[in-house]
C-alpha cells in the first residue's frame, strides 16, 4: 500500500500565498499522475490540479495562474503553491497518488 503525508496549509489573508507538499512512502512501484484536490461541505471533491510523470500540468479554471503544481519523482514528492489566495480557495486539501488520497489539510482564507 502506498501512504500519502500531506504538509502545510493553514489560515492566510486574501491575497497571501500558502504551499504543500506530499510525499509518497510504501509500495511505489512506478510513476504515475499525482494530483491535488479540495472539498468543501456539500460540495464533491474537485480537482484542483495534476501533474504527469512527464511533467505536464493541468488546472482547474478556478485556480489558472494563480496555483503551481510540480513533482520532485526522486523524492515521491508533489507540491502545490498556492498565490493570490481568495476566500473561494478555502477547503480541505487533499492530494492523490496511485489511488491513494493523503489526510486532508485545512487552508483557511480570509477576507
Known amino acids: 500500500q502506498v501512504q500519502l503525508m500531506e504538509s502545510g496549509g493553514g489560515s492566510v489573508q486574501a491575497g497571501g500565498s500558502l504551499r504543500f507538499s506530499c510525499t509518497a512512502s510504501?509500495?511505489?512501484?512506478?510513476?504515475?499522475?499525482m494530483g491535488w484536490y479540495r472539498q468543501t461541505p456539500g460540495k464533491q471533491r474537485e480537482l484542483v490540479a495534476l501533474?504527469?510523470?512527464?511533467?505536464?500540468?493541468h488546472y482547474a479554471d478556478s485556480v489558472k495562474a494563480r496555483f503551481t503544481i510540480s513533482r520532485d519523482n526522486a523524492k515521491n514528492t508533489v507540491y502545490l503553491q498556492m498565490n493570490s489566495l481568495q476566500p473561494e480557495d478555502t477547503a480541505v486539501y487533499y492530494c492523490?497518488?496511485?489511488?491513494?488520497w493523503g489526510q486532508g489539510t485545512q487552508v483557511t482564507v480570509s477576507s
Open positions: 510504501g509500495r511505489i512501484s512506478s510513476i504515475n499522475v
Open positions: 492523490y497518488y496511485l489511488s491513494s
Open positions: 501533474i504527469t510523470s512527464s511533467g505536464d500540468t
